[in-house]
Structures are given as structure tokens and as C-alpha cells.
């Protein structure tokens, strides 16, 4: 699958609502998938989702042989601009009955006002660590005040997947009033260490 980054795909969309992200903080989330291609005589497959930490979402019906899915987890960047270190999905496997995604899956970061990507396609690899399975992490970026999503593209096979996401942040990043009152109050110091160093130079005893 070779979609660019903010593109959509033809499958169903799920969104789900992670919050706010703050400053040295994280989000997370989790959602149980299920794709039950369809049977003879019947004409839909299945997309059976749940998430685990927001609203549960309903079955939602695809058409046949569409296993693709498209997956968004909204989250809002308040108060100034911070740096996200990683926004990440993970696809554990454990067992026979868990699946990984398919279709060459991958996720990006995209800023829903204006439409707009924040950080390339980065594909799934198989990993083994912390879990075992597939996982995919953006790359680290400054995020201004506003909202985002995180989007997850792919492809299911028949059968189950578990998928884990989640956005961290690392500190905020200064706005250019606080660098400047920064400098402003480094240049006091500055200029009071050197007052101070030639009150005590003025008040040696000369030889």
C-alpha cells in the first residue's frame, strides 16, 4: 500500500478522541480488531473494533474483500508549543488467535486544522521489545498549539489484532517572549558579575 502521508484510503474510519497532550506527559489508547471476511451468500465482512481505554465503537460493516483500515487517535496540543517525542502504535503478538496488520502498514502524524502532515509515513517492523510483534514510532517534532491526529493505515487479515498507540511529549518548547526575557535576565547577570568583579579589584590594596 503506497499512500502518502495525510492521504486517505477507501476503508472504513474510526477516530477516537486521546485528549490533551501536555508537557512531559503522555497519551494512550488500545483497540481490539477483528475482520471476519465475508461468508458465502453473505455480501460484507466484518470490522469488529473496541477500544480499551476511550468509548467502545460499534461493528462497523466493510464491503467485501475491503479488510483495509484506516484508524485516527485525535489528541490537542493547548497553552505553547511542545516537543512530541514519539507517537507510536505497537501490534503485539501473542498467540495464534493475534495477527499482525498487513498491507504494508504505517502511521504519521497530521494536523487536523489544516489538513496538513507533521511527520512522514513510518512503516511497522517487527520488533522485540518491550513486546513482541510489529510497531511503528514517528519521528521527533515540535507541535504548535492545536489538534492532531495520529493515523494508522493497513490491512487486516481474518482474524484478531490488538492494537496499542500511544503520544509522548517531552518538555515545552519556549515561546520567543520567554527566550527573550531568558536572555534579558542572563545579560543582567552577566553585567552584575562583572560590576561585582570590579568592586572587588577596586578595593585591593595597591603595592
Request: a negative charge; charged letters at 10%; hydrophobic letters at 45%.
Amino acid at each position: 500500500m503506497a499512500l502518502a502521508a495525510g492521504e486517505a484510503s477507501a476503508a472504513t474510519l474510526l477516530t477516537d478522541n486521546m485528549g490533551t497532550l501536555l508537557a512531559n506527559q503522555s497519551l494512550s489508547d488500545s483497540i481490539v480488531l477483528q475482520w471476519a471476511p465475508p461468508t458465502p451468500g453473505h455480501s460484507n465482512g466484518k470490522l469488529i473494533s473496541s477500544f480499551g481505554v476511550q468509548t467502545p465503537h460499534t461493528s462497523a460493516g466493510l464491503a467485501a474483500g475491503a479488510n483495509a483500515i484506516d484508524l485516527t487517535f485525535d489528541f490537542q496540543v493547548v497553552g505553547q508549543a511542545l516537543t512530541l517525542v514519539q507517537a507510536d502504535a505497537i501490534n503485539p503478538v501473542s498467540g495464534t488467535a493475534k495477527l499482525a496488520l498487513g498491507g504494508s502498514p504505517y502511521i504519521f502524524i497530521e494536523d487536523i486544522t489544516t489538513s496538513t502532515a507533521v511527520t512522514g509515513n513510518e512503516s511497522f517492523l517487527s520488533i522485540t521489545f518491550p513486546l513482541k510483534g510489529y510497531g511503528a514510532a514517528t519521528d521527533q517534532i515540535t507541535l504548535q498549539p492545536g489538534l492532531y491526529s495520529e493515523t494508522i493505515i493497513g490491512t487486516l487479515a481474518k482474524g484478531t489484532t490488538d492494537l496499542n498507540v500511544g503520544a509522548f511529549a517531552g518538555p515545552a518548547v519556549p515561546e520567543p517572549a520567554t527566550w527573550s526575557m531568558m536572555l534579558f535576565g542572563l545579560a543582567l547577570i552577566g553585567g552584575g558579575l562583572r560590576l561585582a568583579r570590579r568592586s572587588d579589584e577596586a578595593a585591593l590594596p595597591t603595592a
